[in-house]
């Protein structure tokens, strides 16, 4: 399947034949939203992937494609390890109720909100500093170009700009 995926998904905007130009427009300048006035195709950055491997936020808050891949990349790593670990704290001798099995799954359930927890204050204290270089931001629904500095950038304004903050 991946073959067939890598024939027939077309690797930008301009070469995918199956939209008209309105949307090839429109699909280009998303894209420019997202990561700024760059080209999109071109091979992996390497210092985007340094940046995702030190910074948790960036994993769910990607960025650039790069930073997305390797946020996804990651993401999937980590999820796999459930299985590993599964197979392991429920032996078939703790049946049925599986006292270490549950126990485990507790702790980790427990962590997990813990980091959940550290993260809301993380990202509550960098939408503060992004306010405090930028701004507060505006209500976007309000019909303000959401440019709240009036700052204009080359990069992605929804995900670097001036108007961005974590959605918490």
């Known amino acids: 399947m991946a073959a067939v995926a890598y024939r027939f998904l077309p690797a930008s905007p301009d070469k ?10 429109v699909a280009k300048a998303r894209g420019v939203r997202q990561v700024g006035d760059v080209e999109r195709i071109g091979g992996i950055v390497w210092r985007d992937i340094g940046a995702v491997l030190i910074d948790p936020k960036a994993w769910l808050t990607a960025g650039s494609d790069t930073r997305r891949g390797m946020g996804i990349a990651i993401l999937n790593i980590i999820g ?5 670990l599964g197979i392991n704290v429920f032996p078939k001798n703790e049946a049925p109720l599986y006292h270490e099995g549950m126990w485990v799954c ?13 993260l809301r204050f993380l990202l509550v204290w960098e939408n503060k500093k992004l306010d405090q270089k930028y701004g507060p931001k505006l209500d976007l629904r309000s019909g303000h170009d959401g440019d709240p500095s009036g700052i204009k950038t080359d990069v ?3 995900n670097y700009g001036p108007s961005f903050r974590y959605v918490l």
């Open 156 to 158: 992605g304004e929804e």
């Open 106 to 118: 507790a702790a980790f359930t427990l962590f997990t909100g813990f980091l959940a927890f550290c």
């Open 16 to 25: 995918a034949r199956f939209l008209t130009h309105e949307e090839t427009l």
């Open 80 to 84: 796999q390890c459930g299985p590993l």
